[in-house]
């Protein structure tokens, strides 16, 4: 299969590409690095990139930005910055692709724990991770083509703790390597409608 894998340059992004790489073409993208540059958040960024790209069996999107800070220093704008970026960021790729896809292909999407085990000044990314569940949840019985959408929802990644760890108190971290296997599970499987979860 041709895979795009948006946000390959993440941690998260690194690991599905280390799996799903090992069988199949991947087309990596990200706002500074990979093959192509986009910013998801542009929905006619996101057309352009399909155009340079052509068809495509699958789209695994690991990207997306949130505010990290104390509810009570939130504003719209602040708050807007995961509703714009990580939701329709990854919105944008599905509704962007649904006539680019080949036929039974299948678009992965990237969620994470905080909606389901909250931090402290995670409420942007909370918010972001149960919109894009129901989105999927939403979107699956609506896909032509025989195409399918899920989501991955990882706990914080092993190689991400020395950096992000300090904010995960209690978190145990995730390996890498499941991460990466949520991802060919969405991608190689049938699934469709359905949040993956790895703990």
């Known amino acids: 299969m041709k895979i795009i894998v948006v ?17 199949h073409e991947i087309v990596t993208v ?14 006619h960024a996101v057309k352009s990139l399909y155009e340079k790209v052509g068809i495509v069996d699958a789209v695994v999107s690991c990207a997306g930005d949130a505010t990290f800070a104390p509810l009570s220093e939130m504003d719209q704008e602040r708050f807007m910055v995961g509703l714009r970026r990580k939701v329709m960021g990854q919105v944008n790729l599905v509704l962007a692709g649904l006539n680019v896809i080949s036929d039974g ?18 409420s942007n990314a909370a918010t972001a991770n149960g919109a894009l569940a129901g989105f999927v949840t939403g979107a699956a019985i609506e896909m032509p083509r025989g195409l399918r959408v899920n989501a991955v929802s990882p706990g914080m990644l092993d190689v991400s703790a020395p950096r992000y760890g300090a904010w995960f108190h209690g978190h145990k971290p995730v390996p890498s390597h499941d991460v990466g296997l949520a991802y060919a ?6 699934l469709t409608g359905q949040v993956v979860i790895v703990e």
């Open 30 to 43: 990200s706002r500074t690095a990979g093959d192509f540059h986009v910013d998801v958040s542009d929905f």
């Open 185 to 190: 599970k969405c991608v190689e499987g049938a």
């Open 105 to 122: 292909g299948s678009f992965t999407l990237t969620s994470g724990v905080l909606d389901r085990d909250p931090i402290r000044m995670g």
């Open 7 to 23: 946000g390959a340059s993440g941690d998260i992004g690194r690991s599905a590409c280390k799996e799903l790489g090992q069988r």
